[in-house]
């Protein structure tokens, strides 16, 4: 289950009525500084953007690669622990704006997780440590600590003890 408040709104969709939930301001300087963060090839100078300007929580020798998108509206509610990386073109969202409604939920990642390339995830989940998300998955609910999870629908494909397993091999 995901844990995102919910806001409903009446006449037009919600995305329509964006500035009315976040500043103009806000969601143009975000989109400045993950442009750049998009392209920019030293983690250190990525991280510290996206720490100093989108207020966003990244542990020490965590790695975005090349072209991750953040939330733009609410990156502040991402949270990413030590040494982990995000894969390729990943999308991280905390937000989602609906017809009759948006949600916002926090996001967070934990240490050491591998995420693999072109994935989603969707507000409101926690991915435990040390767990693996493989390439195109859509996270849309919690990931245990040290699972191996995929697909689409995303289900376990192995569990923290057959991880284990698997790695004293």
Same mark, same amino acid.
């Given at each position: 289950?995901?844990?995102?408040?919910?806001? /409903?709104?009446?006449?037009?969709?919600?995305?329509?009525?964006?500035?009315?939930?976040?500043?103009?301001?806000?969601?143009?300087?975000?989109?400045?500084?993950?442009?750049?963060?998009?392209?920019?090839?030293?983690?250190p100078l990525k991280n510290w953007l996206?720490?100093?300007?989108?207020?966003?929580?990244?542990?020490? +020798?965590?790695s975005l690669a090349f072209m991750v998108?953040?939330?733009?509206?609410?990156?502040?509610?991402?949270?990413?622990?030590?040494n982990s990386i995000i894969g390729y073109?990943?999308?991280?969202?905390?937000?989602? +704006?609906?017809?009759? &409604? +948006?949600?916002?939920?926090?996001?967070?990642?934990?240490?050491?997780?591998?995420?693999?390339?072109?994935?989603?995830?969707? /507000?409101?989940?926690?991915?435990?440590?040390?767990?693996?998300?493989?390439?195109?998955?859509?996270?849309?609910?919690?990931?245990?600590?040290?699972?191996?999870?995929?697909?689409? /629908?995303?289900?376990?494909? +192995?569990?923290?003890? &057959?991880?284990?397993?698997?790695?004293?091999?």
């Amino acid at each position: 289950m995901r844990r995102t408040d919910r806001y /409903p709104v009446s006449g037009s969709n919600s995305l329509w009525q964006v500035y009315k939930t976040v500043s103009f301001w806000k969601v143009f300087k975000n989109v400045l500084i993950i442009l750049i963060g998009r392209f920019i090839p030293f983690m250190p100078l990525k991280n510290w953007l996206y720490r100093t300007f989108l207020g966003m929580d990244i542990g020490s +020798y965590t790695s975005l690669a090349f072209m991750v998108m953040v939330d733009i509206m609410f990156p502040e509610k991402i949270k990413i622990g030590q040494n982990s990386i995000i894969g390729y073109n990943t999308t991280i969202l905390a937000h989602e +704006y609906l017809v009759e &409604e +948006y949600r916002l939920g926090n996001v967070e990642i934990g240490n050491e997780v591998m995420i693999g390339a072109n994935s989603t995830i969707l /507000p409101g989940v926690k991915i435990g440590d040390r767990a693996v998300v493989a390439a195109g998955t859509v996270v849309h609910k919690d990931v245990p600590e040290g699972c191996f999870v995929g697909g689409n /629908p995303m289900r376990i494909i +192995y569990t923290k003890e &057959e991880m284990d397993q698997r790695r004293k091999v």
